[in-house]
């Protein structure tokens, strides 16, 4: 029997997106399916590759070179959705290759079925994405795309209080913040299909914050941590600018995010939040 954390390598190294998250999928309905059977697979050991497999195409530019689209244009929707698509497949990677790289740090059961969830639901959101594509005459790989969606992975391999404090707390809660505006771009141009899965993930990744707050304040409790001290250090340890304003702080505190966390990183400080000059 395959552990789970050798089948989130195995997603890893999956490199077509929709046979990535096919597998995805797959995974995920054997773990669920094993742990209501009271017969939990084993969590086991992986050897995680330090990059994902990925396919020829889309081509992976720095993040300054790929072209900007305005989306008041079929061909700028198009952009911005592809771009969306990108994200979210490098999602599917991050949450298997939490579950693959940490499976090695005493967890509860629990930690495990988060991430899983998280990653099949993003398999979910790339496929969306993609059909939306390919129902306006493109897909996924027709564009270029950007080659820096995996630094937080590479800069936080040995630190999972880094992982969590970056890529779900930081990266993730960023998508609250820009995903309603993106939602009413789509339905201003009455396109049904890319509203309705852009409201999906935006409903489903508030549950993705919350996993990372819940198991980051999980860890620094058995650490005897102070959790928003310990954020900002790794925030600002790992995570390469400032945090940009507005905040979505309906949904960020609905994940478990307090303004005291974000607003003393962001580029701008609110008066309650400024540092004292003295």
Excluded at 74 to 97: K, T, Y
Excluded at 112 to 129: C, G, I, M, Q, R
Excluded at 212 to 237: I, M, Q, S, Y
Aim: glycine letters at 6%; charged letters at 25%.
């Amino acid at each position: 029997m395959k552990s789970l954390a050798e089948r989130a390598e195995e997603v890893l190294r999956t490199a077509d997106g929709r046979a990535k998250t096919a597998l995805s999928h797959a995974h995920a309905a054997d773990w669920f399916a094993a742990r209501r059977a009271g017969n939990a697979l084993p969590i086991g050991r992986a050897q995680p590759p330090d990059r994902p497999a990925r396919p020829d195409r889309p081509e992976l530019l720095p993040p300054r070179d790929v072209p900007r689209r305005r989306p008041g244009s079929p061909q700028g929707r198009i952009a911005l959705l592809h771009a969306l698509a990108h994200i979210e497949l490098n999602a599917v990677d991050l949450h298997w290759d939490i579950v693959a790289r940490f499976a090695h740090v005493p967890m509860p059961p629990g930690f495990f079925d988060d991430w899983v969830k998280a990653a099949d639901e993003e398999s979910k959101h790339f496929n969306l994405l993609c059909d939306c594509l390919e129902a306006m005459g493109s897909h996924y790989g027709a564009l270029p795309a950007h080659a820096g969606m995996w630094r937080a992975a590479e800069d936080t391999a040995d630190d999972l209080m880094g992982r969590l404090a970056v890529v779900p707390m930081v990266l993730e809660a960023r998508g609250l913040d820009v995903t309603p505006g993106m939602i009413e771009i789509f339905r201003k141009a009455q396109d049904p299909q890319a509203t309705a899965a852009l409201e999906t993930i935006y409903a489903e990744e508030v549950g993705h914050v919350a996993y990372g707050a819940k198991w980051f304040n999980f860890l620094c409790g058995r650490e005897n941590l102070d959790p928003k001290d310990t954020f900002h250090a790794l925030v600002r340890r790992y995570f390469h600018g400032a945090l940009k304003p507005p905040f979505n702080e309906e949904k960020r505190a609905e994940a478990g995010l307090p303004p005291d966390f974000y607003w003393p990183l962001a580029e701008e400080f609110p008066p309650a939040f400024r540092p004292d000059p003295g």
